[in-house]
């Protein structure tokens, strides 16, 4: 599936491998992109595309591995540095730009 070029300028290297994603993985990125929010298995499921036979048992793991936790129903990223580290790695700027706002490349360059 093509990109446009500004997506491409902006992601991370890593962000842009070609290949099919595991459960895991459409489960970790929808994460990673609301690190702030916890949703219910339906709700993830809906928005990663993961089938409802695979949902539970994706979700099992990735907690048994420390990288998720979960309340009653609702699921969100644990808090640890292996998160902290992979959403940076992945999102630092995305995340950034919806939490202090964006900043035009002329301010910054004056500022320096």
Known sequence: MPISVD??????ENALEV????NGEKVLNFLLKNPDKAFTRSE???STGVKAGSIGVTLS????????????NYWTLAPDDKIA???TELYGTEIANKSLGTEEEKDWLEDQ
Request: hydrophobic fraction near 30%; proline fraction near 4%; charged fraction near 45%.
């Open 7 to 12: 997506e491409f300028e902006k992601a991370p």
């Open 19 to 22: 290949g099919e994603e595991t």
């Open 44 to 46: 993830i499921m809906e």
């Open 61 to 72: 793991r990735l907690e048994k591995k420390g990288l998720l936790r979960h309340k009653g």
């Open 85 to 87: 580290t992979l959403s």
